[in-house]
Nanobody, 121 residues
Framework: QVQLVESGGGLVQPGGSLRLSCAAS????????MGWYRQAPGKPRELVAS???????RYADSVKGRFTISRDNAENTVYLQMDSLKPEDTAVYYC???????????????WGQGTQVTVSS
């Protein structure tokens, strides 16, 4: 299994910044993509940003130019730098990893417990 532990959420004013971190641990053989999703009340979970093990990234249109995802493959850690935050960025942010664990025959998605980000004055 893979455990994902997130940190860095909180309350910030519009225009402010936050940095989320997510560390993966467990019987990991390899991690392909790591990323961040978010879910606001009454809305479906959506992709915010993802990064492959090879370094390619993708972003939701709503966060392009404001958020930056990065990875430390050696530490199995992914970060999300969020700048110019807007009230509509308010949501629970979930870390995701697509990983292969020891003894498994297929890759699977793993999720963190979520961290609240609130953008409000």
């Amino acid at each position: 299994q893979v455990q994902l532990v997130e940190s860095g959420g909180g309350l910030v004013q519009p225009g402010g910044s936050l940095r989320l971190s997510c560390a993966a641990s467990g019987s990991i053989v390899s991690i392909n993509a790591m990323g961040w999703y978010r879910q606001a009340p009454g809305k479906p979970r959506e992709l915010v940003a993802s990064a492959s093990s090879g370094g390619s990234t993708r972003y939701a249109d709503s966060v392009k130019g404001r958020f930056t995802i990065s990875r430390d493959n050696a530490e199995n850690t992914v970060y999300l730098q969020m700048d110019s935050l807007k009230p509509e960025d308010t949501a629970v942010y979930y870390c995701n990893a697509f990983a292969l664990v020891g003894g498994a025959v297929r890759w699977s998605d793993y999720w963190g417990q979520g961290t609240q980000v609130t953008v409000s004055s």
